[in-house]
């Protein structure tokens, strides 16, 4: 099974309102997750990790992410969507030494 | 970008050619590693570092070879570069690659188009 999986390609979303990026985590072994952001010909940005405690962790540029052990997921979300917030999501997990594993990514489009 | 530099940021070569690229950091980090993206891939490990001429394969390490001299240098080379090796090359550095509190920060990638 695929360590992290992201099922949206694309979500699109109106400025102002909330947005969630989806991403689910394989059972086996620890969930250690980490959320990054890619901005157009840029490197990938670290937004946010989950290692142990509070269930919601908060992070950069006002994004926080839900872990949620019953449905193994951990999806990122933002109160209120800026169009600036427009790029590509990648979810990773943690496996071990040396090992980020990451999902296939999730576009954001926030229109105006 | 966290004190990580590519060079070249841009690179146009052809099938057969041996081709560097060079990943520089100033964090003075131990761990550094190559990852490539690809559409529907996301990132994929290629090598890593743990220390100075400590080197060792990730998933996707087939046709590509590194190399670190100093701490702050990481080299990837591809001994003869395919087509299949057009990618986005990203350079990553962390302080421990053992500890799953660690964070890798990612350099800016360096784009490879192989005619």
């Known amino acids: 099974a695929q360590s992290v999986a992201q099922p949206e390609d694309q979500v699109n979303v109106a400025e102002g309102n909330p947005l969630t990026v989806k991403c689910t985590y394989s059972v086996s072994g620890n969930p250690y997750l980490f959320w990054y952001v890619q901005y157009p010909n840029r490197g990938l940005q670290f937004l946010l990790k989950?290692?142990?405690?509070?269930?919601?962790?908060?992070?950069?540029?006002?994004?926080?992410?839900?872990?949620?052990?019953?449905?193994?997921?951990?999806?990122?979300?933002?109160?209120?969507?800026?169009?600036?917030?427009?790029?590509?999501?990648?979810?990773?997990?943690?496996?071990?030494?040396?090992k980020l594993v990451f999902g296939t990514g999730t576009r954001l489009l926030v229109s105006p | 970008d966290a004190g990580i530099t590519q060079s070249p940021r841009h690179k146009v070569t052809e099938t057969g050619t041996p081709v560097t690229l060079r990943c520089h950091q100033t964090e003075n980090h131990r761990y550094m590693y190559w990852y490539r993206q690809d559409p529907g891939h996301g990132l994929r490990l290629i090598h890593y570092s743990y220390g100075v001429k400590d080197t060792d394969k990730g998933e996707v390490s087939d046709g590509y070879s590194v190399s670190r001299s100093k701490t702050e240098d990481f080299l990837l080379t591809l001994e003869s570069a395919t087509s299949s090796q057009t990618s986005v090359y990203f350079c990553a550095i962390s302080e421990s690659g053992t500890d799953a509190a660690d964070t890798q920060y990612f350099g800016p990638g360096t784009r490879l188009t192989v005619l």
Do not use: M
């Not at chain 1, 908060?58 to 800026?82: M, R, V, W």
């Open chain 1, 50 to 98: 989950y290692i142990t405690g509070d269930n919601l962790v908060k992070g950069s540029y006002g994004f926080e992410a839900e872990f949620n052990k019953s449905q193994t997921s951990f999806h990122l979300k933002k109160p209120s969507a800026l169009v600036s917030d427009s790029a590509l999501y990648f979810c990773a997990r943690w496996e071990g030494f040396q």
